[in-house]
């Protein structure tokens, strides 16, 4: 096999151990933490130090090997084995025995995977564990009882609620789904239907006949409450839609379910914003059978990553769904964790909704994902505009998802201009992926291993290894140790900016600012200084708005970037 020690990293799929001595102790911990993430490779003879690592090699690795499926049969140390028979391998290299276990992400049915026999044991080598760029670290209770809670087979929004009842319900969000069900469906047998049996069809409202109890469900009250109704038994319960498309303002437009002008629930929600965040999209027209269409496949892709967010939701975790529209992104985030594999997610075609009946009532008027294929059809839309890849990220404590559809480029002219006139005769001896790899250090401010393994579709260490390949050239910097490095443009292109943009004979001279330029420049003459921190906090842009308005005012001569990595600060050019 080959295998470049040089390139490797730690990251939160990558964990090297040393074992001269047998199998490491704080092996279960990242085993624990590996299935409750999103999977990842463990390599036992391999000695980590300062961020360098050392093969070390493994003795007698037949009896380790043993010992680690022994343990994983044993229900008293660890809760599930969820290795197969290919999962581990024993590898030579330099001479020396190195064993790779490949630790999958457990299916939610079997979450959480923990050490012992107490899944909320604090015991330090006990309980349950997470992945995350720090490292494995112990879950919360809260943590815990939500992966337990996602492990029942009954959907979470078909709960029936004590105490609430149909008067809970607002009945213009009642007659609004009924009309719409009606315009796409007018022979539908439940549009006649009277409130009560409407809402049971739907599964906004339900019996237990075992119990002899009946009331609406968590899925109605969700769909058609009050929002304060809705809070109640969703105390966390927050939707908010903002839209920043002008510099001058901290939002264009906002809408947020607690403002009391409205029902505030999730129905609601998606039709209030739905044409505000797809309008002006400037993307080609659709011809089918000679007509011109309207809607687009980045329209229709839009609509359901607002879909699945409101579908995927877990209700019960604090921070709420957050929809951002930006001048160049979209941006959806909701509570929650995936309950399928982050590539699964990706490549489609397995569908597990957190709530079936919202997902069973949005799909009844021809809203949200088909047969796991939501986030496949958005990818497709976003590759037929050569725009960069969609970024998915999952984060925990607490539990979150965040896509973000940036409508830019896949490799801007601008960026590769930049890579050209500086690097010259030895643009040409990048490769594709190293290119990539620039590009969007210099749009995104800097890259990351997850962020790179999403945009060429590879594995962890192939996207290690164009990073450090990078690092060894002195394109790039690294900041930051492990799992969390961050990968910032050199020095090269710091020092080398202004002169490239001296030579640029298709410069625009003129030296007239836009708003969003003069709150930069005013920020630094009364600050001395701004940083893209400082710019997403105290002035409200995005991090690429921020990086786009700094690199153009660097084009114009006005300010100068000084200082690499985390570091970075922008101040006005003197000379």
Not at 177 to 189: D, G, S, V
Not at 227 to 256: A, G, Q
Not at 269 to 287: E, W
Not at 359 to 375: D, H, Q, T
Request: glycine residues 6%; proline residues 3%.
């Amino acid at each position: 096999m080959e295998f470049d020690i040089y390139t490797l990293v730690e990251n939160d799929e990558i964990e090297c151990k040393e074992a001269l001595g047998g199998l490491p102790k704080d092996l279960w911990e990242t085993y624990s933490a590996f299935a409750n993430s999103n999977g990842g490779t463990l390599f036992l003879g391999i000695k980590e130090k300062s961020a360098k690592f050392f093969f070390t090699g493994v003795k007698d690795e037949e009896n380790i090997i043993k010992d680690l499926w022994d343990n994983l049969n044993n229900p008293k140390k660890v809760s599930a084995n969820i290795l197969g028979n290919n999962s581990i391998e024993i590898l030579t290299i330099e001479g020396a025995k190195v064993i790779k276990i490949n630790v999958p992400k457990a299916d939610r049915k079997a979450r959480p995977v923990y050490i012992g026999e107490n899944p909320f044991n604090e015991s330090k080598h006990s309980g349950t564990f997470r992945r995350n760029y720090s490292g494995d670290y112990k879950c919360s209770k809260e943590e815990i009882k939500r992966m337990i809670a996602d492990q029942l087979d009954e959907s979470q929004d078909s709960l029936i609620l004590q105490d609430f009842d149909i008067d809970d319900l607002n009945q213009d969000t009642i007659d609004g789904f009924r009309n719409r069900l009606r315009a796409l469906k007018p022979y539908h047998p439940w549009i006649a239907l009277d409130d009560k049996t409407f809402l049971y069809k739907l599964g906004a409202y339900d019996k237990d006949r075992k119990l002899g109890k009946e009331g609406i469900t968590a899925a109605g009250l969700l769909m058609f409450g009050e929002e304060r109704s809705i809070t109640d038994e969703f105390p966390n319960y927050f939707l908010d839609y903002r839209e920043k498309i002008s510099e001058e303002v901290r939002w264009d437009y906002r809408l947020i379910s607690s403002d009391g002008t409205w029902s505030g629930n999730i129905f609601d929600f998606y039709f209030k914003i739905i044409n505000k965040i797809t309008d002006n999209l400037n993307v080609p027209f659709r011809t089918i059978n000679g007509i011109r269409q309207e809607d687009t496949r980045v329209h229709e892709a839009v609509r359901e990553a607002v879909a699945n967010a409101l579908i995927h939701a877990d209700y019960r975790l604090p921070r709420g769904i957050v929809i951002e529209k930006g001048k160049t992104y979209f941006k959806v985030s909701n509570p929650g964790n995936l309950r399928i594999t982050r590539e699964e997610a990706l490549k489609g075609g397995i569908s597990d909704p957190r709530n079936q009946n919202i997902f069973k009532m949005f799909n009844l008027l021809g809203i949200g994902e088909r047969a796991g294929s939501g986030l496949e059809n958005i990818q497709l839309a976003w590759k037929e505009q050569q725009w960069i890849a969609p970024d998915l990220e999952e984060s925990y404590g607490p539990d979150r998802i965040i896509l973000t559809l940036r409508t830019v480029s896949m490799l801007p002219k601008e960026s590769v201009d930049l890579l050209k006139a500086i690097l010259k005769e030895q643009y040409i001896k990048l490769s594709k992926d190293e290119v990539m790899a620039l590009v969007t250090a210099a749009q995104e401010e800097y890259v990351t291993n997850n962020r790179l393994q999403q945009l060429l579709d590879t594995h962890a260490i192939n996207s290690n290894k164009i990073l450090s390949t990078l690092v060894d050239k002195g394109y790039l910097k690294a900041d930051g140790i492990g799992r969390g490095t961050k990968y910032y443009l050199s020095e090269i292109f710091n020092n080398n900016y202004l002169l490239w943009n001296e030579n640029d004979k298709n410069q625009n001279n003129d030296k007239r600012f836009s708003n969003e330029e003069k709150l930069i420049i005013n920020y630094i003459n009364n600050n001395k200084f701004i940083t893209n921190l400082i710019a997403r906090n105290e002035l409200g842009f995005s991090k690429t708005t921020a990086s786009r308005l700094f690199n153009r005012l660097i084009k114009k001569g006005v300010i100068v970037r000084i200082g690499s990595g985390s570091k970075i600060k922008y101040i006005i050019n003197e000379s």
